[in-house]
Structures are given as structure tokens and as C-alpha cells.
């Protein structure tokens, strides 16, 4: 079992930044990808970044690429996003999710949310325009 608990959300005005911090506790090491996904009201979940646990090869959706950069701290069993010139596109929830059975053998692998196996509680981004 992995447990994670995502934290560091809040209201930002357009343009501004904020970072978002997901820890892991429990099987950890298990751990093969991390990913960020997000949900809009009334809007599917969507992909934002993944990261390869070991090797740290990254993975973004194209509409946060250049703005949004995903990584992690190994000692202290973290994900983080950060968050650059955020639009009022980006409100959601944001969910920290691991990945401990699959092998991720295909890029593709990383974007799909039926491919990780844990899930966070979710934390809110709010952007104002």
C-alpha cells in the first residue's frame, strides 16, 4: 500500500505561480511513476506531468508544457509541481498518483490514469483572472 497527500494548493491571480507538494508514505519504494492529474468541474480527469521514479524522466501534457515542472525529492518520499503563469484554464483539483505494478515500457503508458494504482485526496487550485 502507498498512501499520498497532496498539499500547497490555494487561489492565485493569472500569471502567478504555486507549487504543489505530494507525499508519499507506506510501500514507496514500490514506486515506479508518479503522475499529476486534474479534474475540472464537470470535466473529465485529465493528465498534467509524470516523473519515473528512479531516473526522473519527465512527461507533460502540452498544455502545461513550458509552464509546469514536475519533480521529485527521494529522500523525503516527494512529488512536487510547480506551477508557472497560471491561467484560469487550470483551476481544478490536482491529484497526486504512484504507480507500483506497471512496468511504463511505453511513454504512452505515463498519461493514462487507468495505469497508476494509488491516488491522493486531491488539492484545490483556484487561478482568477
Known amino acids: 500500500q502507498v498512501q499520498l497527500v497532496e498539499s500547497g494548493g490555494g487561489l492565485v491571480q493569472a500569471g502567478g505561480s504555486l507549487r504543489v507538494s505530494c507525499q508519499a508514505s507506506?510501500?514507496?519504494?514500490?514506486?515506479?511513476?508518479m503522475g499529476w492529474f486534474r479534474q475540472a468541474p464537470g470535466k473529465e480527469r485529465e493528465f498534467v506531468a509524470a516523473i519515473r521514479w528512479s531516473a526522473g524522466n519527465t512527461y507533460y501534457a502540452d498544455s502545461v508544457k513550458g509552464r509546469f515542472t514536475i519533480s521529485r525529492d527521494n529522500a523525503k518520499n516527494t512529488v512536487y509541481l510547480q506551477m508557472n503563469d497560471l491561467k484560469p484554464e487550470d483551476t481544478a483539483v490536482y491529484y497526486c498518483?504512484?504507480?507500483?505494478?506497471?512496468?511504463?515500457?511505453?511513454?504512452?503508458?505515463?498519461?493514462?490514469?487507468?495505469?497508476?494504482?494509488?491516488w491522493g485526496q486531491g488539492t484545490q487550485v483556484t487561478v482568477s483572472s
Open positions: 507506506g510501500r514507496t519504494f514500490s514506486s515506479v511513476a
Open positions: 498518483a504512484a504507480g507500483v505494478r506497471e512496468t511504463y515500457s511505453r511513454a504512452s503508458y505515463y498519461y493514462r490514469a487507468e495505469k497508476y494504482d494509488y
